[in-house]
C-alpha cells in the first residue's frame, strides 16, 4: 500500500487540471464542411468509409479559388458543388491517414503529398505545415528512420519559427508537434525526452482549452505510460481520460480508453477487470464488423479468458477474430491468431484441430524471419507430439524452442520449454533430469511472481479506486468553487435587484398616486366635456367618440369593399338609430326665459335618462334634437311600438309649464344595407336620420304642426352598396327612392306622400 498512497498527491494535481479544463467551454477541431468531418470522425474505425467520403467529395465539387484560407461557403445551396483548395487539402490528409490506416503506405504518400502540392501552388503556408506534420507521422509509421524524421522536424520547426503571430492554430500544431516527437523519443527509449515533450504538450492543451485535446493527451500519454510499464501513471491518465469521455460523450475516445484500460488490467493480471473493459469497448466497435479495433478487441477478450482458464470462451472469441480475419495488417498478427487458436484446442483436449492450425501457422512461420514465432510453433508441436506419446519428438522441439527462448531472453518461452521438457523426461522416467527442468521453470515462476508482487493485484485494485475517488473529489471541489462563484454573483445580484425593486416600488407607489388623480380630474373632465350643459344627457362628442370603429369607414374605402376585402369583417353591433325632435324645447326659452328654460332642460334630460337602460343610449344632438341607439335584441315590436314608447317618455313629462307634447321622429337601422356593413358610416347613418325629420316636418305642414310624426327609412334586403357611394349621401338615397331601394314607412300611411317629398326636392334637401 504503500507505493500508491505516496503517489495521491501528484494523482490529485494531475486530475485538478483536467477538471479544470473540463470547467471552461469545450472547443474542439472542426472541419470546414460538415462531410469532411465526418470522413475525420471515423478514421480510426472506419478508413474505407473516410475514404469513400473524401473521394466523393473531391471528385463531385468544383475548385473555387478564393484569397482567404478561411473562406466562408454561402448559404444559398452553392456549398453543396464547391471545394476550396482549404477544403481540398483537408479532404486528402484525411484520405492519406485512411490510405495508412487501411495498410496502403504508398497511396497514403501519394495522398499527402498531393495535399503539400495544393498548398504550395496557393500559398497556404499553415496547411502546408500541416500537411509536412503529417507527412512525417505517416513516414515514421512505416520506417520509423531517424534520419529522415529528423530532417522533417527541422523543417517543421523552422516554418513555425517564421510565424510571427501566435494563434490557435499554431497553438495546436505545436501540440500535434510536440506530441508526435514524444512518439519518437519513446522509440528511442529516450524517457527524458519523451517525458519532456509530453510535458510541452500538455502546456498547449492548458492554452487551448479544449477538451477534444486534453482527452487525446491523457490517452496518448497513457499508452505511453502503459508501454514503459508504469503502470501506476498508465492507470491515472486513463482513468482521467475515460471519465472525461464519459461526460463529453465521446464514444470513440471511451472505446479505445476502454481498451487501453483492458490491455492495462489483463497486463496485472485483474482478469475480470480486464473482462470488464474489454466489453464495453466491443460493445462499440461490433456496430463496425469488419475494423481493425473490432478485431484488437476480440483478441484481448479471448487473451483474458485463455488466462482465466475458460478456454471455450476464448476460442469462441478466437474465431470471430478469424472471421475478421482482413482487418489484420500483417503477418506475424495472422499466425498468432492460428498459435493461440491451436493452444486452445490442445487445452481443450481437440488435438485434431489443433493440429490443422498448427499447420497452418507453420507453414506460414516458413516466410518470415521472427524467431519468436517460430520458437512459439516449435513448442506447440512438442506439447501435440508429448500427448501423442511421441516424446523424442517432444523432446527436441521443446530443445529448439528454448534454445530461441534463450536466445531472446523470454522468460515465458523458456518457462513453457521448461515444463515441456519436465513432462517428456518424466514419460521417459529420466526423473533426475526432469526434476532439474520443473527446478528451472520454478525458478523463473518465482521470479515473475516476485515482479508481480511489488505490486500485487488488491494493491493495483485498491490503486484505482482511489484515483477514482480523487477524481470524483477533484470534481466536486471545481463544482463547489464554481457554486461558491455563483453564489457570490447572485448576493450581489440580488443585493441590487432589491435596492432597483424598491425604487421602482416607489415609483410605482408615486405614479399611482399620480394616476389616481388624473383620473378623477380626467373622469371630472369627461363628465363636463361629454355632457350636454343644459340637459346633462351624453352630447354628440361621447358618440363619436363610442361608436364602433367599424361605422369610422368612409367612402375612400369603398373600393376595398368592392373588390372583397372587407365583405366578411364581423359585425359587432345589430342597432336602432332613432332621432326625435321636441319642439318645445327650441321655443321654451322664448316663451318662458333663459332660467325658466334652462330649469325645464334640465328636468327633462333627466326625465329622459331614467327611461334608459344600457346597453341603449341616449344624446343630446343639438337644442330639440335627440339621438337613440337601441340593439336590435333589446326591442322586438315593430316602428309604431318604438314611437309609442318614445312618445311616452315626453308625455309623461312632468312640468308646471303649458308646453307642446307632439314629437317628430325618424328611424333606420344599422347597418343600413344588411349585405354591406361598412358601405354607410355613422355621419352618414345620422344624416338619413336628420332627412327623415325634414320629412316628419313637411308631413305636417300637410296634416297640422300639432300632430306627432314618424318616418323609417330602410333599404331594401338586396339593395347594392354601389348606389350609396356617393359623396352626398342624401343624394344617393333620393336616387335610392326612384329606384325602389329605400322602403318608407309613415305614421298615418303617407309613404307616397313622403315620398313625393323627397323626389320633389333638391338633392341637399
Known amino acids: 500500500m504503500q507505493r500508491p498512497m505516496n ?23 472542426t472541419y470546414l464542411t460538415p462531410y469532411l468531418q465526418e470522413a475525420a470522425r471515423v478514421l480510426s474505425i472506419n478508413p474505407q468509409q473516410s475514404i469513400t467520403t473524401t473521394k466523393q467529395f473531391l471528385s463531385a465539387r ?28 483537408e479532404a486528402l490528409q484525411i484520405m492519406a491517414q485512411a490510405y495508412h490506416n487501411q495498410g496502403l503506405y504508398q497511396l497514403a504518400l501519394q495522398s499527402i503529398q498531393e495535399a503539400e502540392t495544393l498548398a504550395t501552388q496557393y500559398k497556404l503556408p499553415q496547411l502546408y505545415i500541416n500537411a509536412r506534420l503529417s507527412h512525417a507521422q505517416l513516414l515514421w509509421d512505416q520506417t520509423h528512420s531517424i534520419n529522415d524524421i529528423n530532417r522533417y522536424l527541422s523543417e517543421i520547426d523552422q516554418k513555425l519559427e517564421q510565424e510571427q503571430q501566435t494563434t490557435n492554430w499554431k497553438q495546436q500544431l505545436n501540440y500535434h508537434l510536440n506530441m508526435f516527437k514524444a512518439r519518437v523519443y519513446a522509440y528511442q527509449n529516450n524517457r527524458i525526452k519523451a517525458e519532456a515533450a509530453f510535458k510541452q504538450a500538455e502546456s498547449y492543451v492548458v492554452v487551448l482549452n479544449s477538451v477534444l485535446l486534453t482527452i487525446d493527451y491523457h490517452l496518448n500519454l497513457g499508452e505511453y505510460y502503459l508501454k514503459q510499464d508504469e503502470y501506476d501513471d498508465s492507470l491515472t491518465q486513463l482513468l482521467i481520460t475515460y471519465w472525461m469521455a464519459v461526460k463529453e460523450g465521446d464514444s470513440i475516445e471511451l ?69 475478421n480475419e482482413e482487418t489484420l495488417k500483417t503477418l506475424g498478427q495472422i499466425i498468432e491468431l492460428r498459435i493461440n487458436i491451436a493452444n486452445t484446442y490442445l487445452k481443450l483436449f481437440d488435438f485434431s484441430h489443433a493440429e490443422i492450425y498448427l499447420n497452418q501457422a507453420q507453414r506460414m512461420v516458413e516466410q518470415t524471419n521472427s524467431v519468436l514465432q517460430k520458437s512459439e510453433v516449435n513448442l506447440l508441436q512438442a506439447a501435440l507430439a508429448l500427448s501423442h506419446g511421441n516424446t523424442e519428438t517432444a523432446l527436441a522441439y521443446s530443445q529448439l524452442a528454448l534454445t530461441a527462448a534463450t536466445q531472446l531472453n523470454n522468460n515465458h518461452l523458456k518457462m513453457s520449454a521448461y515444463r515441456i521438457s519436465s513432462a517428456v523426461y518424466q514419460q521417459q522416467g529420466n526423473y533426475k533430469q526432469a ?51 455563483k453564489y457570490h454573483d447572485y448576493q450581489q445580484s440580488t443585493l441590487v435587484l432589491m435596492v ?6 416607489m415609483v410605482i407607489i408615486y405614479r399611482g398616486y399620480l394616476n389616481k388623480k388624473i383620473k378623477k380630474e380626467l373622469e371630472i373632465q369627461t363628465i363636463d366635456l361629454y355632457t350636454h350643459t343644459r340637459s346633462g344627457l351624453q352630447n354628440l362628442k361621447l358618440l363619436n367618440a363610442k361608436l364602433p370603429k367599424s361605422l369610422e369607414r368612409s367612402n375612400a374605402i369603398f373600393e376595398q369593399w368592392r373588390l372583397g376585402e372587407l365583405i366578411n369583417e364581423p359585425l359587432s353591433d345589430r342597432l336602432h338609430f332613432v332621432m326625435f325632435d321636441v319642439p318645445f324645447l327650441r321655443n321654451v326659452y322664448l316663451k318662458r326665459g333663459y332660467h325658466a328654460g334652462l330649469d325645464i332642460e334640465k328636468a327633462f334630460g333627466q326625465h329622459l335618462q331614467s327611461f334608459v337602460n344600457s346597453p341603449a343610449r341616449l344624446y343630446h344632438f343639438s337644442d330639440g334634437l335627440f339621438l337613440y341607439i337601441e340593439p336590435k335584441a333589446t326591442h322586438q315590436g315593430n316602428t309604431e311600438t318604438m314611437f309609442e314608447k318614445i312618445n311616452s317618455w315626453v308625455e309623461t313629462f312632468q312640468t308646471d309649464e303649458t308646453i307642446d307634447r307632439h314629437i317628430k321622429m325618424g328611424i333606420a337601422e344599422y347597418p343600413f344595407l344588411p349585405k354591406a356593413v361598412t358601405a354607410i358610416n355613422d355621419k352618414e347613418l345620422i344624416d338619413i336620420l336628420l332627412m327623415a325629420i325634414y320629412i316628419c316636418r313637411k308631413i305636417s305642414t300637410y296634416e297640422g304642426e300639432t300632430d306627432s310624426q314618424w318616418v323609417h327609412l330602410s333599404a331594401i334586403k338586396n339593395a347594392p352598396a354601389a348606389s350609396f357611394a356617393l359623396p352626398n349621401i342624401r343624394l344617393a338615397c333620393q336616387q335610392a327612392v326612384n329606384q325602389g331601394l329605400i322602403k318608407i314607412q309613415t305614421l298615418n300611411g303617407n309613404d307616397e306622400l313622403a315620398k313625393s317629398i323627397i323626389r320633389n326636392e333638391k338633392p341637399n334637401l
Open 7 to 29: 503517489k495521491v498527491a501528484q494523482i490529485i494535481i494531475t486530475l485538478l487540471f483536467s477538471s479544470l479544463l473540463l470547467s471552461k467551454q469545450a472547443q474542439a477541431k
Open 62 to 89: 468544383r475548385l473555387v479559388v478564393t484569397n482567404s484560407q478561411d473562406y466562408t461557403l454561402s448559404r444559398d445551396g452553392s456549398e453543396e458543388s464547391i471545394r476550396t483548395p482549404s477544403t481540398s487539402i
Open 255 to 323: 472505446a479505445k480508453t476502454n481498451l487501453l484500460l483492458a490491455k492495462l488490467f489483463y497486463s496485472r493480471h485483474v482478469f475480470d477487470k480486464a473482462i470488464e473493459h474489454t466489453t464495453e469497448a466491443a460493445d462499440f466497435y461490433d456496430n463496425y464488423p469488419h475494423s481493425t479495433p473490432l478485431s484488437e478487441t476480440l483478441k484481448l477478450m479471448a487473451d483474458t479468458y485463455y488466462q482465466q482458464g475458460k478456454f471455450n470462451l476464448a476460442l469462441v472469441s478466437y474465431l470471430n477474430v478469424l472471421d
Open 435 to 485: 526434476l532439474e527442468a520443473q527446478h528451472n521453470y520454478q525458478s523463473l515462476w518465482q521470479n515473475q511472481q516476485e515482479q508481480f508482487n511489488a505490486i500485487n493485484e488488491e494493491v493495483f485494485r485498491q490503486q484505482k479506486d482511489i484515483i477514482e475517488q480523487s477524481l470524483h473529489y477533484a470534481g466536486l471541489e471545481d463544482n463547489l468553487s464554481r457554486s461558491q462563484e
Open 500 to 505: 432597483v425593486s424598491l425604487l421602482l416600488f
